[in-house]
């Protein structure tokens, strides 16, 4: 493992999603690859549940507020815009964007007292009824709060909890902050909005738990802030409370199955290219009480059975209450099978843990025969694009990922997804030799693909595309360090590519004209994955070659635990079988046949070697390739 990255220039590209486009983005911001991976987050302490999380208090009130009352006297009412104040109703939205179409009253919050009122924000209506429809090119921005007056706890706590019931429908990515305070001078925000995409609607109610006991210390007194800058949809707030916390709550918060500090987190990895798995832990005290002598504890599983185990210390000696601590871990355990793996780790101190529910994390990935891939293919939620200049044209640009060869090896592909809102018609596939060409200006390979219709994936269902190398014979590649990008080829021409969230990878764009002399700069940083995959199987060009006469293709080709059957979404596929070698059927795999769905994987590995058929049966008649299990 070895660390390779300086700090490059930070890029932000500025975008706008509108209300229609729930699952497309650009990559708006590379981070430094620099950034302390240990950090502690205000939003690690945030607990958002559809059940209810006042268990993690287990104690009475100390404060709370059901707006039984009405708007409580004595709180303040920050309304920028001066037509969107937080209100006090027992109605829902009234705007455009409401099941109503702003034509009466949404439903209320369904929270435990919503039935004597509740808090709502509605710039849906506030807008709708002062600048009307269309929502694109009439709709403001409106920023509004609410704050509490100073609450007495009456005592100074260890732990303390925030709890409160929300409903709310998600607007453009804008922060929904909590802010709080012991001064009402200096603060520390919140968001609430948990893992909520655009558009989407929070579960009614959704129940929220922040530990304030970082931002309260030993002071006696809070403040509360609450408020956003919203152009549609609603926020509704209910059943308030402050309790007193848990004195021992440690809570895992990530795990990792690779070093993304020093090297890579690949959630798919050729078994020739398998390395040792180094674990990172991450653990937050979310109790009252510092935490002495923690520890981890792991276990690596491949399906349902234990491979390696073993623990280690927390790389700090006490965990202080809201401290975070992030632990690397060299296992000495390297993958020697392909198969799905599941890396566990809990953790322990010596305080005993009264909310051990929280105490475990885990992270998964793949060995596989030929597929490195850094996009977890169960999360592919959305489409990424390198956006548009300041005319709203498209840029060039190019995507990319960096992969490791730990043994040399022959890239036969580069194989991606096309996100459906890609209009180019062809795009350019290059890989650089990023230690021995660190400029990344002398291509090892170029490749031009011409896109076809069938090529574009439907929705956030990948429709997986081969981009031949040398039509397939490859490029033989020394152990080393690659850079794999795809961009497209003309200024005027939008590619999109599916991604999955939340992987953080080290990722590289290529995007301009903004460097010197205007030329098109490189940028890297932590982002979320692209679907750019690197492909070893010296089948593909055959299997390419297959699709296209016979509708489907298999690889690999001979297979020991795995098969993959990848469909032409040109032919209509009414049956797919596996058949042995008498012609009896060993698999019937038409209930795997899902619209939009271009690959099925087989586990083969209850199969005893030998030579195996792939039956297909489509409108156009019916196609028979024979497989080799060894």
């Known amino acids: ?199 989407s609607a929070s579960d009614d109610p959704d129940l929220v738990s922040i530990n304030i006991s970082g931002a309260i210390g030993s002071a006696q007194s809070v403040f509360l802030r609450i408020g956003w800058s919203a152009r549609v949809y609603f926020w509704m707030i209910d059943d308030m409370r402050i309790i007193e916390g848990l004195d021992n709550d440690l809570a895992v918060t990530d795990v990792w199955h690779g070093d993304v500090v020093d090297a890579f987190e690949y959630q798919k990895i050729p078994l020739e290219q398998a390395q040792e798995v180094v674990i990172g832990a991450a653990c937050l005290n979310l109790g009252g009480t510092p935490q002495t002598n923690t520890t981890y504890a792991y276990d690596i599983s491949r399906g349902a059975t234990s491979v390696a185990s073993g623990s280690f210390a927390a790389g700090n000696v006490s965990i202080t209450s809201t401290g975070r601590d992030t632990t690397w871990y060299a296992t000495g355990y390297t993958p020697t099978e392909t198969g799905d793996y599941t890396v566990t780790v809990s953790v322990s101190s010596d305080g005993t843990d009264e909310l051990p529910g929280n105490n475990e994390g885990e992270s998964s990935f793949e060995i596989t025969d030929f597929i490195y891939a850094h996009d977890d293919e169960d999360n592919i939620e ?171 293709g298999i690889y690999p080709n001979p297979a020991q635990n795995n098969v993959t059957v990848v469909l032409n979404d040109n032919f209509d596929v009414t049956n797919l079988a596996l058949l042995d070698a008498e012609g009896r059927v060993v698999m019937d795999l038409a209930n795997d046949l899902v619209a939009s769905s271009s690959q099925i994987h087989l586990n083969v590995e209850a199969l005893s070697p030998g030579i195996y058929f792939v039956r297909m049966v489509s409108t156009s008649g019916v196609g028979t390739q024979k497989v080799v299990l060894q």
């Open 1 to 199: 493992m070895k660390k390779i990255f300086t700090p490059l220039a930070l890029l932000v590209l500025a975008f706008s999603v509108s209300e229609a486009q729930q699952k497309s983005a650009v990559i708006s911001s590379f981070n430094n690859p620099s950034v302390d991976r240990q950090a502690t987050t205000v939003s690690s302490l945030v607990q958002i549940s559809s059940t209810p999380v006042s268990a993690a208090g287990g104690s009475a009130s100390i404060w709370e507020e059901d707006f039984g009352g009405g708007f409580p006297a004595g709180w303040a009412v920050d309304d920028i815009s001066g037509i969107n104040p937080w209100k006090w109703s027992t109605n829902g939205s009234h705007g455009n964007f409401n099941n109503l179409q702003g034509a009466g009253y949404d439903d209320p919050i369904n929270s435990t007292t919503s039935a004597n009122g509740f808090l709502i924000n509605d710039p849906d209506s506030a807008n709708n009824f002062t600048y009307g429809q269309p929502s694109s090119s009439t709709y403001q921005y409106l920023e509004s709060y609410f704050a509490t007056n100073e609450i007495d706890l009456g005592a100074s706590y260890s732990s303390l909890l925030l709890e409160f019931e929300q409903s709310f429908r998600f607007n453009n990515g804008i922060d929904m902050v909590v802010q709080v305070s012991s001064d009402s001078t200096n603060w520390t925000d919140y968001t609430v909005q948990g893992s909520a995409t655009n558009n």
């Open 382 to 552: 959305f489409q990424v694009s390198g956006g548009e200049d300041a005319n709203g044209e498209a840029n060039e640009f190019k995507m990319a990922l960096y992969y490791e060869a730990v043994t040399d090896f022959t890239l036969t592909s580069v194989q991606t997804a096309f996100g459906n809102n890609t209009t180019t018609s062809s795009c350019i596939v290059e890989v650089f030799d990023a230690v021995n060409d660190q400029s990344l200006s002398n291509a090892l390979i170029t490749e031009v693909y011409d896109l076809v219709p069938g090529d574009v994936s439907p929705g956030a269902v990948p429709t997986y595309v081969n981009i031949l190398v040398n039509d397939g014979d490859g490029i033989d590649l020394p152990a080393g360090l690659y850079l794999v990008s795809i961009g497209n080829t003309g200024a005027d021409e939008d590619l999109w590519i599916l991604a999955s969230d939340g992987d953080e990878d080290r990722a590289q764009l290529r995007y301009g004209p903004f460097g010197v002399g205007n030329a098109i700069d490189w940028y890297t940083g932590y982002t979320d994955s692209p679907m750019i995959r690197v492909n070893a199987d010296p089948t593909v060009g055959i299997v390419e070659a297959s699709l296209e006469e016979n509708g489907f």
